[in-house]
T-cell receptor, first 115, second 115 residues
């Protein structure tokens, strides 16, 4: 069973379109994340949800809107796509154990190409 | 603010050589967590190790070993007797002790192991 799964794996779309990426985790974790990896491989946090509550919202354009319908799902919707949004988007999850930060497990990534 | 520096952009070795990947971090927190992740050519992010700031013991796992030194704010990773399958981009990452669990990643070190 895949622990963190995201769909689709590849997404090619035109500028101006709206698209969504879905993420599901079956690890029972309480925290989920979206990270963006740019063309130089740099990874940066975008959003974090804990028990469906948004706790991190980095300086991301408001065209990006995460939605967490429940603890196991965190979707990413992107409006009015731009060329600069082309990147690999990773979903991840982790479990807080009291004050201990455990490791995050990542999905396989979604390669978004905006043309 | 947190920062992780991986000064080595790319390293190339011949199979069976030992190689050390450097990681230097900055944080104002007294409690924090350090991680290493591997990103093979297939693109997924694979968790390798987590270390908390109170545990400076070095760790060995097979051919992998990690050297954590708070005095120099470093968390270096050594692969002994490297193999072609070790070829990947390796990321060092840092997270705060409480609340914000998101990872701050270094820029990654691409390791090429030649046969």
């Amino acid at each position: 069973d895949t622990a963190v799964s995201q769909t689709p794996k590849y997404l090619v779309t035109q500028m101006g379109n709206d698209k969504s990426i879905k993420c599901e985790q079956n690890l029972g974790h309480d925290t989920m994340y979206w990270y963006k990896q740019d063309s130089k491989k740099f990874l940066k946090i975008m959003f974090s949800y804990n028990n469906k509550e948004l706790i991190i919202n980095e300086t991301v354009p408001n065209r990006f809107s995460p939605k967490s319908p429940d603890k196991a799902h965190l979707n990413l919707h992107i409006n009015s796509l731009e060329l600069g949004d082309s990147a690999v988007y990773f979903c991840a999850s982790s479990q807080g154990l009291g004050r201990v930060n455990t490791e995050a497990f990542f999905g396989q990534g979604t390669r978004l190409t905006v043309v | 603010a947190q920062k992780v520096t991986q000064a080595q952009t790319e390293i190339s070795v011949v199979e069976k050589e030992d190689v050390t990947l450097d990681c230097v971090y900055e944080t104002r927190d007294t409690t924090y967590y350090l991680f290493w992740y591997k990103q093979p050519p297939s693109g997924e992010l694979v968790f390798l190790i987590r270390r908390n700031s109170f545990d400076e013991q070095n760790e060995i796992s097979g051919r992998y070993s990690w050297n954590f030194q708070k005095s120099t704010s470093s968390f270096n990773f050594t692969i002994t007797a490297s193999q072609v399958v070790d070829s990947a981009v390796y990321f060092c990452a840092l997270s705060e002790g409480t609340g914000r669990r998101a990872l701050t990643f270094g820029s990654g070190t691409r390791l090429q192991v030649q046969p």
